[in-house]
Structures are given as structure tokens and as C-alpha cells.
């Protein structure tokens, strides 16, 4: 039952039933005018600070006049940060600095770079920003308690505590625990999924990730070549023996994480396109819509006498192709990079490059495909796995996405009472 509401008198509950043509099932109405505690979830949820960098357009700094009324929870991925903070934070915390724009992609000017994903957020008075955190076990599969089965516990409190559905984002396995938390029911028996109104993802592995599996085969066949064998076994045993450090205490040998720290993982074979947990994950739930972003990398392309070859390679967001993180979403939208080798585009962004030499971060400069790995480096694609809640164009899609549900669901009377 969605708590902080006063029963309906008798009376009044009598009259609107009749008004309504319905029976057996009241609607609760607000027990006080008193705003919604944000901390009371905090056993599961937490409350993300204003932080000073982060501004409205205009370069003020963002000021909160009471609390929202729609709960937006915001879950990070694999092997990821859970906090929010300019170093070190969630990638929602990540600074919108970067915009696909059909060559690849461009870092903006110093002076258009004002918030990050959740300053933004913050900024909106229709909603109430809250971060599931689970750094310690990120490493494991969303089966794990502290994963799945604390979200669903985070989902259910929030939502009593505002009476309203609530609003989930998830990045990458973030996406994925999200559909283990809503397949939960609360303790009146009734399925999380009741609870939400609207699921956002950025870059979540729905159907797994072709790569990994194409990974571990390359890795044992390298095995199995005199000469490789030794050199490349070591390092497999380097990386088992990190992947269980992280399994066990939540540490990383290499301290970056991602593969080179967690390649073995509960989660990392789980997350595989062939695994048994993949498959046997629920599906997203029926009635509730469901909104997919995704990155779109695409190599090749050469351009002779005057004509431009198709791309030669698709890579999705380098880590998760496009198929799999929009598989089954009522909705989608991505942002495409294309990098040419020998092409207009090419030639043009290579321009560009020279241009910011002089200009240096006062004007738009052209980001890249290289060293996608490290997330808010100048060079890395605007379209690389890390960095999409960085991108101008999912960014804004996904905000504007947001406010719409929380404006319906901010409408609605109320949540409807249990039946005694």
C-alpha cells in the first residue's frame, strides 16, 4: 500500500465511488500538505547532492524550491561508480559536454558545457532525483540480493513515501536490475512493476553481449596455439584472480575497472549472449513503457570519385550492439558516430582537429574514436558505451522523456488503496 495518506472518510469515499460508477477500491488522498521525506529511503536509496559545478543555462547555480513530486531512480552499471560527485561520480554525473554530429562527434565549447545528467535533472521541479548504489557488488549478476532484491525494496519505499510511480533510469547491467527489481513483488503481494511509470535505459545489454562471448573463445583458442599458450594462460589467471577479488571485496587490481579488472565476474559471464542468466532474466514488464537509447559507432567508408562507400563495420556503443540495447522498447533513439577512413567526413573532421590547435576550448572541437575506454577523455566517441549520458541529443531526448511521464504521472489523483 503506498503509505503517508489518510484513509478516506466513509462518507466521502461513498460519494465519490457513486460519482465514479465504481466499487471495492478507494483512492487515498494526501494525509498533509508536509513534502515527502528524501531521506527516508535512505537504507536503499540515496539522495544525490547539489553539486557547485553544475548550472542552469544561464550559469546560475541550480537552487531547489521544495521537493519534487515525481521519485526518478537512477541506477548505475557494471562495475561502475554509484555516487554522484565531479570526480569519481556515476556516469550521470558526467559533465553534458559532447554531441554526436554525423562525423564522429564534437566536444562543445567551455562555455556551453553547464551540468551534468543529474544537475540537469535537479533543475526540474516535477521530479525528486534519487541513486541506487551498489559499487561493492557490482561486479556480481542482478540476481545477488544486494542487487535486485534491494532495488525492489528502494522502488516500493520511495514510492510510498511520495505516493506516486515512479521513474527509473538505468545504465547498461543498470538496465538489467532494473528488470530483476520489477519482476519483485512488495509486501502486499503486488508486482514492483505496479510501482513504475516510465523505464529509461542508455546502453543496457537486453538480449547480452556478443562481444564478451567472442572474447573468452578468442582467448581460449589463443590457448590452444604453441607460443601464445603460456604468455596468454598467465594473463587469464591474472585476470580470473582479479575478476574473484572484485567478486569477494569489491576492490579492483588495476583500480579502473571494466574488463581488465573484472573480466571473469559473476556479471561480466553472466552478461555474455550465451549465458543461462541472460536468457533466464525476466522480460521487461507488460504496462510499463519502456524508452532505449543507445550508442552507434559505425566504421569504413571511402569516398572515390565522388561517390561515399557504406560503412564497413556497425559497433554499437562499443560495448553493447544497438539490437540488444533497444531489444524490446516501445521507444528508441541513438546517436550515431561514423568515422570514415578515406572520406568527406574524414578529411573534414581532420580540419576541424587542426582548427582547435589555435582555438583550443573556446570553440567546438571534434572528439574521436580513440581511447574509448576512458570515459570523459577528449578523444572518446560521444557514442562510446560511458559517455552516453554525456551526449547533447540522448541527453535532451531522455530529459524531455522524463519530465513528460513525471507531468502525466504528477496528474494522476493518487495511487489506489488496497482493499481491506
Known amino acids: 500500500m503506498f503509505k503517508h495518506f489518510r484513509k478516506v472518510s466513509a462518507v466521502a469515499a461513498v460519494s465519490a465511488l457513486a460519482a465514479a460508477g465504481m466499487a471495492g477500491t478507494a483512492l487515498a488522498t494526501p494525509q498533509t ?5 528524501v531521506n527516508a529511503c535512505s537504507a536503499f536509496l540515496d539522495h544525490p547532492p547539489i553539486l557547485d559545478s553544475d548550472h542552469t543555462d ?3 547555480p541550480i537552487v531547489r524550491d521544495g521537493v519534487g513530486k515525481i521519485p526518478v531512480v537512477l541506477v548505475h552499471g557494471w562495475t561502475a561508480r554509484g555516487h554522484h560527485a565531479d570526480e569519481g561520480g556515476s556516469q550521470f554525473s558526467l559533465k553534458i559536454d559532447r554531441e554526436a554530429n554525423g562525423i564522429g562527434g564534437e566536444l562543445l565549447a567551455k562555455s556551453e558545457i553547464k551540468s551534468s545528467f543529474i544537475g540537469k535533472l535537479q533543475q526540474d521541479p516535477n521530479v525528486e532525483v534519487f541513486m541506487f548504489n551498489y559499487e561493492p557488488v557490482s561486479t556480481h549478476w542482478v540476481t545477488d540480493p544486494q542487487i535486485g532484491d534491494r532495488l525492489a525494496k528502494g522502488l516500493e519505499c520511495v514510492t510510498d513515501t511520495f505516493g506516486k510511480k515512479a521513474v527509473v533510469v538505468g545504465h547498461s547491467m543498470g538496465g ?7 519482476a519483485k513483488v512488495d509486501q502486499d503481494g503486488k508486482p514492483i512493476s505496479a510501482r513504475v511509470g516510465q523505464a529509461i535505459t542508455f546502453g543496457t545489454p537486453n538480449t547480452g553481449v ?6 573468452f573463445d578468442a582467448v581460449d583458442g589463443a590457448m590452444l596455439v604453441p607460443g601464445l599458450n603460456i604468455p596468454v594462460g598467465l594473463t587469464k589467471l591474472l585476470l580470473k584472480q582479479c575478476s574473484a577479488m572484485a567478486d569477494k571485496t569489491g576492490q579492483f587490481c588495476f583500480g579502473i575497472g571494466g574488463p581488465p579488472d573484472a573480466a571473469y565476474s559473476q556479471g561480466a559471464l553472466a552478461m555474455r549472449d550465451d549465458s543461462v542468466e541472460i536468457k533466464n532474466l525476466p522480460a521487461w514488464p507488460e504496462g510499463v513503457p519502456y524508452t532505449a537509447y543507445a550508442g552507434d559507432v559505425q566504421v569504413g567508408g571511402f569516398t572515390l570519385f565522388g561517390k561515399t562507400s557504406k560503412r564497413l563495420i556497425e559497433m554499437g556503443d562499443y560495448a553493447v550492439p544497438v539490437a540488444s540495447a ?3 522498447a516501445d521507444e528508441v533513439a541513438t546517436s550515431k558516430c561514423e568515422y570514415g577512413i578515406v572520406s568527406k567526413a574524414s578529411v573534414k573532421e581532420a580540419g576541424l582537429r587542426l582548427r582547435s590547435v589555435f582555438t583550443g576550448d573556446s570553440e567546438r572541437r571534434p572528439t574521436g574514436m580513440i581511447l574509448p575506454y576512458v570515459q570523459g577523455h577528449e578523444f572518446a566517441s560521444p557514442c562510446y558505451h560511458n559517455n552516453l549520458m554525456a551526449e547533447v541529443g540522448l541527453t535532451n531526448k531522455a530529459l524531455a522523456k522524463i519530465d513528460q511521464a513525471a507531468t502525466q504521472l504528477a496528474a ?3 495511487q489506489p488503496a488496497q482493499e481491506e
Do not use: I
Open 326 to 328: 533497444t531489444d524490446n
Open 176 to 182: 538489467l536490475a532494473l528488470r530483476e527489481a520489477m
Open 58 to 60: 544561464s550559469d546560475q
Open 412 to 414: 494522476e489523483t493518487s
Open 210 to 215: 556478443p562481444l564478451a562471448s567472442v572474447a
Open 33 to 37: 500538505q508536509e513534502e515527502p521525506d
